[in-house]
């Protein structure tokens, strides 16, 4: 145990030890022995010219790069309609967001008050049996009759014309 732990103090206590270097100025002695840049051989050119040789393409090769061209102007429609969408399914997310953040602090009997305007659709729905007129007229009236006896001011607002843009809900 004790060789294990000398073997990895040595080494580690090593570099805790600081240095001084000290650089010489081109004014005192000039090394003889000084090598150029140009001599070491990690810098030097080769003799000889290269040249670059493409290599010819293989059928494959050939067959996916016209695969590739074919498919091309529908790859740049999909991303056009993607970066048009995007900004509306973002706005599309961000009120699913703000809508489960409200249901989540609902005001007291607001979840009492919903059902009972989901349950006047659906008997405007019953109601509208044999007729779609009827169907497109009677669910949303009377679930509108149930929300304004429960929100009377909000009603009132909406029912007068010109002041829809000033409601609470529509802020």
Not at 61 to 90: A, D, G, V
Not at 130 to 154: E, H, T, W
Request: charged fraction near 20%; proline fraction near 8%.
């Amino acid at each position: 145990m004790f060789k294990v732990i000398q073997k990895a103090v040595g080494p580690a206590s090593l570099s805790l030890l600081t240095f001084k270097v000290y650089a010489s100025s081109k004014k005192d002695s000039p090394h003889k022995n000084s090598v150029k840049v140009d001599e070491l051989s990690l810098y030097s050119v080769p003799e000889g010219q290269s040249k670059y040789v493409e290599e010819p393409r293989t059928q494959l090769e050939e067959s996916i790069s016209q695969l590739r061209h074919y498919c091309e102007p529908y790859t740049n429609w999909c991303q056009e309609m993607y970066f048009q969408s995007k900004p509306k399914m973002q706005s599309i997310i961000q009120q699913g967001v703000d809508s489960y953040d409200y249901l989540q602090n609902a005001p007291p009997g607001f979840f009492p008050r919903l059902g009972v305007i989901g349950f006047a659709g659906l008997v405007g729905l019953l109601l509208a049996r044999g007729s779609k007129i009827k169907k497109l007229v009677y669910p949303p009236g009377f679930m509108g009759l149930a929300a304004s006896i429960y929100y009377p001011q909000q009603a009132i607002l909406f029912a007068q014309p010109g002041n829809v843009k000033n409601s609470p809900g529509n802020k």
